[in-house]
């Protein structure tokens, strides 16, 4: 029977054509995506940029660590401790490194660090002078040698004489003297040391024997037990080891001890590059789940759709004597003939494309310039294995139907289909439309958060195309003849023709119709979904602000405390800041230590400026000694719960409050617990009495030279509206850009599988007298009647979709106006509606009138 | 004595959807080295008939007895490799497989018999139908007589105990349908093959040894060595009458 196949696939090769493009296009994708996948992972971080011209560096070992009940549990800090001072002394010759927000008024964000560190990355001048005094700066851009310049710190705004240029570093970085470095930011963030590491290691465990510092082993080490039962590593007589009195900050009692590739973790974006990793992994590992969606739905409906084509031929082999079993064989051995070679093909060609496709992320935003492409062989032997089992899963079907076509078969010119709607295909499309509509409902009730997420979302949709996938055929019929109305009201033949060819095979209408059904829908559930998401979040941010104005900093630093005072100092203004800090607490039974953000605000103007939805308590009891928490915190009233807060130091909170699910913020604390943390933004209303205007020109003034902008409200709410490009709707586009290229190969694939058929049929047209010109109306009526089917068909799912992301986001934020992405639809269904048209008109030229049917 | 019956229908009834009758209770048997012809109308059931003998269709009611056995005792594997090793079909529509050719086409059946096609058998038969030189060919590389001769070949090949040939010179001009015909009649004069034809014809019908006349689904005599002109006055009697 191989030799049958390999003879069948000589002569009927634009269907196989078709699905060998199909699999191996699908693999490739699949063993791309899988190498980016892999790439993201693995790829090595970046080398030591800050550090990278010191052999040894102490820093402190910034995280918490709490006795849970399943030993320790430790969480990173959000708030760096820093080092005991009394190391210095210890370790003579060490240069001590201060890392804090400083920024030239109106330059790019940019990090204060004393003039001695600048030799740790190293940074030399490159023009002027080293500072000498108190009032001079060296930097890396953004003002002349000479000149003066405003350098906004979180204490305020100030102006110092720019007396010398230094080399660019792995940020812009603002150089003050070292005296000058400490009083800005007294905590020392690190130790440079150009001395043998066995050496340091030494004078460090003296240092521990004295209680001024522990070494940890580094990140994965694990930490000497010092941690009292219960109760924060620092707390009991190796505790906090308060620098200069009760009033000093807190330091890290544990060290570490950085040599080689592990002075990254110190550079500044480190934590960035990882989240940046995290997002490029799960954006292909989205991306990679659709691709292999999309393959199995496409490749499968090629193959359903290869093996239609030749039933006749399947009939004609049951007549000679081949048995049903025989048939399946064939058709098998077919699948695997073509199945094996194309897997390959494209598991080999795929991974080339790791490159293009990273940098395609990386200037989307979508993943760190830095990966570089894998080289493994697992996505390719995956893509090579799971198109094959692709292949043979998708034939499965297409050979019991083949092994069922009746000899008889053969003697009948059989021009009307079989049912296509068979009992099994309605059980599995009902039952995957009726997943989808079941889970999205279940979520929309129980968790209507975790619904607006990628990943519970994605599934959803997928579920929701495949069904209508298999459903189509039942909808091809009353689509196509919603859709002939307009038509068959026009004169002549063209209507009738067109709506009777695309009717009578339902089959060909739905599997031609099914690329565009993936195509359109992803991209307007997706796409529809993102704007629904980032409509519903900017409600969810701005709907609670009664302020008038909002004062907010144009970095990640923060308003600064002169800053803050000055808005204060403005006539008539009542300031409220809020603080973003984070909260530890333990959970999952005390096992596990958790990081929770929280919002640090001025009870007074909480209820003022902001209306934050409750749904028990009242936020007017909110304390130093109190919180109000959302219910994920799964807390009561009036329960004490122990916490700890951004700098580790503990507190117990009672609960006050119990927040609405459409909270914009998990807790709410006092500004007592934010710690050094400045404020994110600042909330301004009119003082009673006071008059409403020029306050706003009035702020504007307070703010400017201290990297902040003062806007009304409303103006921020069209802002935070039109932010638009999140993360999740660029990273559905990036998966989007990917997978239209696929699906739109498919509907050409099928078309042009499908030409052959046709060409009988349009010989037959020509000899009745339609002319050339008619019979390619007919043609492209036809194929524009396919893909209006496909839109329709996506214009269900779509529809779908997005109410049951609506639901759940209804009770989020109630009733929000979206913009639905149209432009980009519009766009999909036009390249759909134009390819469409291309894959039919070129076949159909080539039919002459000389063409007698066979 | 009368040779006994390699076919034999026994009250064979043939029923289709939305209530057409195709056969109406037929009993007819066609004996070995016969060569008979089924004629009728367009409708009449011929063709059924055909197919419910060859076991490509199961009647409504009745019985089919080919070479001995019951078909409706058979399963469709069983049915199958009856159908494979007793039974050739020849179609109007030659329906050789395109990508192959002649003389894989001929091997074909025992390709699917799972045996391994004996090149000298296969050649003997191309030679028995005069396209020894044509074995290289394939379908679209021949002309209408030719690719019919092939696909007498092919149903020869396993030696069946009948060949039933549905309209077989319908797609074919008066020479090579000529050809085809006096094939058949010297498979059956020299060989003594069983040969059961459906045909519209009187030329192609008068080959036979014996006419057998359908009408709506029943039997409406027969006449033995027939002239064309006789059987073309019986169809336009039996047209008039329909």
């Keep these: 029977m191989l030799r049958i196949a390999w003879s069948t696939l000589r002569v009927r090769w634009p269907s196989f054509a078709g699905t060998f493009v199909a699999l191996a296009l699908g693999a490739a994708l699949t063993a791309a995506l899988g190498q980016v996948l892999v790439s993201s992972v693995s790829s090595p971080g970046r080398a030591p940029q800050r550090y990278a011209a010191v052999p040894v560096v102490v820093a402190p070992d910034e995280r918490m660590a709490v006795r849970s009940r399943l030993g320790e549990s430790t969480a990173p800090l959000a708030e760096p401790r820093g080092l005991a001072a009394g190391l210095v002394a210890r370790l003579p010759g060490a240069v001590v490194d201060r890392v804090f927000p400083a920024r030239l008024a109106g330059g790019p964000p940019a990090v204060g660090r004393p003039w001695s560190a600048a030799r740790t990355a190293p940074q030399p001048l490159v023009a002027g002078r080293a500072p000498a005094a108190d009032s001079e700066i060296v930097v890396t851009g953004g003002a002349r040698v000479g000149a003066r310049a405003r350098v906004v710190t979180a204490a305020g705004a100030r102006a110092y004489r720019v007396v010398g240029l230094a080399a660019p570093g792995p940020q812009p970085t603002v150089f003050f003297t070292d005296e000058r470095a400490a009083r800005l930011s007294p905590r020392i963030d690190a130790l440079a040391l150009w001395r043998p590491v066995a050496e340091v290691r030494a004078v460090l465990g003296e240092a521990a024997a004295t209680g001024a510092a522990t070494e940890g082993t580094g990140w994965s080490g694990t930490p000497p037990d010092t941690a009292p039962a219960g109760g924060a590593s620092h707390a009991a007589a190796n505790g906090p080891v308060r620098d200069g009195g009760a009033g000093g900050p807190v330091v890290s009692e544990r060290v570490r001890v950085l040599t080689g590739a592990e002075r990254a973790l110190l550079d500044p974006f480190h934590e960035a590059d990882e989240e940046a990793r995290d997002n490029a992994s799960t954006i292909a590992g989205i991306a990679a789940g659709f691709a292999a969606f999309v393959a199995v739905f496409v490749v499968s409906s090629t193959f359903a759709f290869a093996v239609g084509q030749r039933r006749r031929e399947f009939a004609l082999l049951r007549t000679l004597g081949a048995t049903a079993r025989q048939i399946r064989r064939m058709v098998y051995g077919e699948a695997l003939l073509v199945a094996v070679t194309a897997a390959a093909l494209g598991a080999l060609t795929g991974p080339l494309a790791t490159g293009p496709i990273l940098r395609l992320l990386a200037s989307l935003g979508m993943a760190p310039a830095w990966l570089r492409p894998a080289t493994g062989a697992a996505p390719a032997l995956v893509a090579f294995g799971a198109g094959v089992l692709v292949a043979v899963l998708g034939v499965a079907l297409a050979a019991r139907r083949a092994g069922r076509v009746r000899p008889a078969e053969a003697l009948r010119e059989a021009a009307v289909e079989p049912r296509v709607m068979t009992p099994g295909r309605w059980l599995a499309g009902g039952g995957l439309l009726a997943a989808a509509v079941g889970s999205m409902l279940v979520n929309a009730v129980t968790d209507p958060a975790g619904a607006t997420n990628n990943k519970t979302f994605m599934p959803v949709v997928m579920l929701l195309i495949a069904g209508v996938g298999l459903l189509a055929p039942v909808f091809v019929g009353p689509a196509a003849r919603l859709l002939a109305v307009p038509l068959g009201r026009a004169r002549g033949a063209g209507g009738l023709v067109v709506t009777a060819g695309a009717m009578a095979s339902t089959r060909r209408t739905a599997a031609t119709a099914a690329p565009v059904l993936v195509t359109v829908a992803l991209a307007a559930t997706l796409l529809g979904g993102a704007a629904l998401t980032d409509a519903t979040k900017a409600a969810m941010r701005t709907a609670p602000v009664r302020a008038d104005h909002l004062v907010l900093p144009t970095g990640a630093a923060g308003l600064d405390r002169q800053l803050v005072e000055r808005l204060r100092a403005v006539p008539g203004a009542e300031v409220t800041t809020t603080t973003r800090t984070s909260l530890y607490t333990l959970e999952g039974e005390g096992t596990q230590l958790i990081r929770r953000p929280a919002e640090a605000v001025d009870p007074a103007g909480l209820t003022t400026v902001l209306s934050i939805p409750v749904s028990a308590g009242s936020l007017a009891g909110l304390r130093d000694d109190t919180i109000a928490v959302s219910p994920t915190w799964e807390l009561g009233l009036g329960e004490r719960v122990r916490l700890w807060r951004a700098d580790g130091s503990p507190v117990a909170l009672t609960v006050v409050a119990l927040l609405g699910a459409d909270a914009p913020a998990d807790s709410y604390v006092t500004p007592a617990h934010a710690g050094a943390a400045l404020p994110s933004a600042a909330y301004v209303t009119p003082r009673p009495g006071a008059p409403a205007a020029g306050l706003g020109e009035a702020l504007e003034r307070a703010a400017e030279g201290h990297n902040a902008r003062a806007v009304t409200r409303a103006a921020w709410a069209t802002e935070v509206a039109d932010g638009g490009a999140s993360a999740g709707r660029l990273g559905a586009l990036a998966v989007l850009a990917i997978m239209l290229g696929y699906t739109v190969i498919a509907m050409v694939n099928t078309l042009l599988m499908a030409a052959p058929d046709r060409a009988g049929e349009h010989g037959a047209l020509r000899l009745l007298g339609a002319t050339r010109p008619q019979l390619l109306r007919y043609v492209v009526g036809e194929a524009l009647l396919v893909v209006a089917v496909g839109v329709l068909l996506s214009a269900v799912a779509t529809a779908l979709g997005l109410l049951g992301l609506y639901a759940a986001l209804l009770q989020l934020s109630g009733p929000v106006p979206f913009d639905v992405p149209w432009e980009p639809v519009a766009g999909v269904i036009v390249l759909c509606g134009v390819l469409a048209v291309a894959a039919v008109v070129v076949p159909a030229t080539r039919v002459r009138a000389a063409a007698i049917p066979r | ?242």
Aim: aromatic share 4%; glycine share 10%; charged share 20%.
């Design chain 2, 1 to 242: 004595m009368k040779p006994p019956h390699v076919v034999d229908l026994i009250s064979v009834t043939r029923h289709y959807a939305h209530g057409v009758t195709a056969l109406d209770d037929v009993s007819i048997g066609f004996g070995a080295g016969t060569f008979t012809a089924v004629m009728g109308p367009s409708g009449s059931g011929k063709s059924t008939l055909l197919q419910c003998a060859a076991g490509l269709d199961r009647p409504s009611a009745g019985r089919v007895v080919v070479d001995g056995r019951d078909l409706a005792e058979l399963g469709d594997r069983r049915l199958t490799l009856l159908r494979r090793d007793r039974i050739g079909f020849v179609f109007q529509s030659f329906n050789l497989l395109p990508s192959l050719t002649a003389a894989q086409n001929v091997a074909l059946p025992l390709r699917l018999a799972g045996r391994r096609p004996d090149a000298r058998q296969v050649r003997q038969s191309l030679a028995a139908v005069g396209l020894a030189e044509r074995a290289g060919h394939r379908p679209a590389e021949m002309s209408g007589g030719q690719q019919q001769r092939v696909a007498i070949a092919r149903a020869l090949i396993t030696r069946p105990a009948v060949l039933f040939a549905d309209e077989p010179t319908g797609a074919l001009d008066a020479g090579t349908s000529r050809e085809v015909l006096r094939l058949l009649r010297d498979l059956v004069d020299g060989q003594a093959q069983t040969v059961v034809m459906v045909t519209h014809d009187p030329v192609a019908a008068s080959y036979a040894d014996r006419v057998v006349f359908l009408a709506d689904g029943r039997i409406y005599g027969e006449l033995r060595d027939p002239s064309a002109e006789e059987i073309a006055t019986r169809m336009l009697h039996l047209e008039a009458s329909c």
